[in-house]
């Protein structure tokens, strides 16, 4: 099975050539989210047959070389795949959540223009992450890391006439172009150290493993090398400082938010620090960087999370909060952690997006229907919805549990391995945990908050639009129902040996985050089982504590948070406003950029290089003006000139 | 006694006079003759200096001349015949679209 | 006798070629230059090439200049042509005049040098002048003689095509 790796990334491809290049001509809607849903799902069930061969398997690392990319003296590159557990954990979540949110968009972009552009582009971003995901050496990860970013680009801006949408694609590029830039460099540096330095050019990742200790643990250049790839994933997942597209990127349809903003695309970071964990096991400092980093950005994006409105601005500032979390797991040395928390948010995150997609896809409609102008993603206008829509609801509360972390579902594996790595692994801090324990809180209350806002209490849609409130159709209800079912039982996987479990993704992934941690003394958290009950036992209290508070605020006492906003208003429009953290990089960076550019434009441009440019200009044509004269068409000019040469040569050999 | 410096020399001012007819005259007719002239001046030298080295080759060359004289004759008359055509003219002052 | 001889004729030859350039009639000038031509040949016969002196007269005083004659009479060239029959007399004489005196000093302070061959002057005499050209023309120079007959044939096309009334 593993000479059809390239099956996997190939079936997206072809779905979105036949899609972008016939769809037009299609036009039916059943054909083209088909041929797009049926793409991505060979390439899931050709997933599944290679991860149940890799598990059997006693050699954990395969690769296929398709074909010579680049061959420029030590600089061999080639297109080449490579499986092992940590690739196929992420292909079964790529292509698995895939699938279900290609269906799923059949029925939420159903009348929408531009359909057939819509399923090219998500096969395109399928092809673009499982390139990311399946590459075997850092370039083609480069391909795919761009491609994501391109595929990002074009589905924000989907709705393309809409100037926000416009503007939030634009933003998201231009952020993750800086990301990118720091990837570059760190591939630079560490290609030309190894290859300088010790004589191996190489970019492909299971050399990188082998020979990555030659670099020296500690060492400066490892730490300036693992820093570039983690600017590199900031940029693509969202981390400060480079969080700022993400909520932007929420102008895009919901189910594109889903599947590249929520559950793959924006955990590309995460799984390039992965791929790379021997490297950044050597480096200490970057990893502390990348805790530090990775739990500030849970707390500060949970506290924006609070006060939003916008149900997918809610949703977008939790998937930034969470992906702080699987920083902080990395940064901890938690690698399976990282990994199993981004495979567990994929589900739950993934089915929430949808959700939503389903909650403002009805209320579009009735809000349309009763040719009413409300914002349909205003929680503000939503409200008693759990009657209208059960399903939805049901799923929507499930995966909010999980998110909280309450015992039993996926969420309270996950995060609960990730605190407890953070406050007992040997790279953890209190301090570290504390902060996530925070957020943790903060979390459970925004997500009830969201919960409580849109489902439950009085009905605050338009009175003439209620009537047309009803549940989605079976084809958006299905994926809900499926994610929902792996958002609660997902975290099975990996159930910590406290527990009774096996830690079987852990076991699972060992041959990739091993070695490495044994290598460089990144040991698991020891400790007595009552501490570790306790740990649980906290996190689990912060959450309720957290619902709890929402449920006062927003069920019991509808009024309590008009009366909290009014005590701290200072506060509350500071969090509101997202701590005008857009207005100060639009002061520091983007407006001294802006004018910078102006000048010169006006200063240099026009003055320098356009005076450059033209001054040739006039030269050459005062010189030619000159010149155009002994151009006189008389035959007999021309023939004396002839002569005269004559003349002048005959004369240098003669007397010369 | 008669040198090959008699010929040379008489072959300078056969080439200067045509140089001189090429430059001045106007009728392009004549101008083509004065080529002719200077061709001619040219193969005067060749064979001269044949004749002055016992050497054959020199004559050989003035062959090629006139064959490639006689190649210009048609042709450069020719596209006399056209130009005129067109402009009822052999004047050289006429030939002057080479101009900017 | 003999120095005589040769400056009669070169006497003749540059009045002739005098004529060519400053007859204001293309008649003139054609007759001229045909003179010009015969005095030539007679200078071959003097140096011993009579064949060559032969061909002068057949191809040039014979084929080119009648060629040059009929275009003449063909464009019927009107008398208001010959007014101004030429310009930059100044200039072109100057021009000419260094010209001239180069090629004397050119003449004057260069050595007679070049590959001597064996073609005596009895030689000639005694075998024939056209036999030893069409020996040395059919052996080694058969590839550039074969050349001269292409140029040849595509003179005659690209005349054809320029004299043609439509093109």
Redesign the interface.
Known sequence: MYDKLWLIPFFPLLGSIINGLLGKKIKNETIIGGIGTLAIFSSFIVSVLCFMELRLDTVKSHQQVIASWMSVGNLQIEWGFLLDPLSAVMLLVVTGVGSLIHLYSIGYMHGEEGFYRYFSYLNLFAFSMLMLVLGNNAMVMFVGWEGVGLCSYLLIGYYFHKQSAGDAAKKAFVVNRIGDFGFLLGIFLLFWTLGSEHGIWTLNFVEIAQHGHLLGAGSVVVTIITLCFFLGATGKSAQIPLYTWLPDAMEGPTPVSALIHAATMVTAGVYMIGRMNGLFAMAPDTMLVIAIVGAATAIFAASIGLAQNDIKRVLAYSTVSQLGYMFLAMGVGAFTAGIFHLMTHAFFKACLFLGSGSVIHAMHHALHKAHAHDDPQDMRNMGGLRKHMPITFLTFLISTIAIAGLPGLSGFFSKDEILLWSLAGNRGHWLLWLVASLAAGMTAFYMFRLVFMTFFGKERIAEKAKSYLHESPLVITIPLIVLAVLAVFGGYLNVPAVLGGAHRLETFLSPVFGAAQQAYGIEPPHMSHAAEYGLMGLAVGIALVGIGLAYLMYVKNPEMPAQLVAKAQGLYRAIFNKWYVDEIYDALFVNPTKKAGTFLWKGFDVVVVDGIVNGVGYIVKGFSGAL?LT??????N???AM??G??VM??YY?FG | MLTVYHYLGLSAILFALGTYGVLTRRNAIVIFMCIELMLNAVNLTFISLSSYLNNLDGQIFVFFVMSVAAAEAAVGLALMIAFFRNKESVEVEDFNLLKW | MELLFFYLVALVAILSAFMVVKCKNPVNSAISLVMTFFCLAILYVMLYAPFMAAVQVLVYAGAIMVLILFVIMLLNLGPEMMERFQHGVVGGAIVAGIVMIQAVMFVNRGEMAGISGDVTRDQVLEVGHMELIGMKLFTEFMLPFQIAGILLLIAIVGALVLAKKEV
Do not use: E, K, N, P
């Not at chain 1, 151009?631 to 007999?636: A, I, P, R, T």
């Open positions: 155009r151009q006189s068409g008389l035959v007999h021309y023939a004396l002569v005269v004559v003349i005959v004369a003669v």
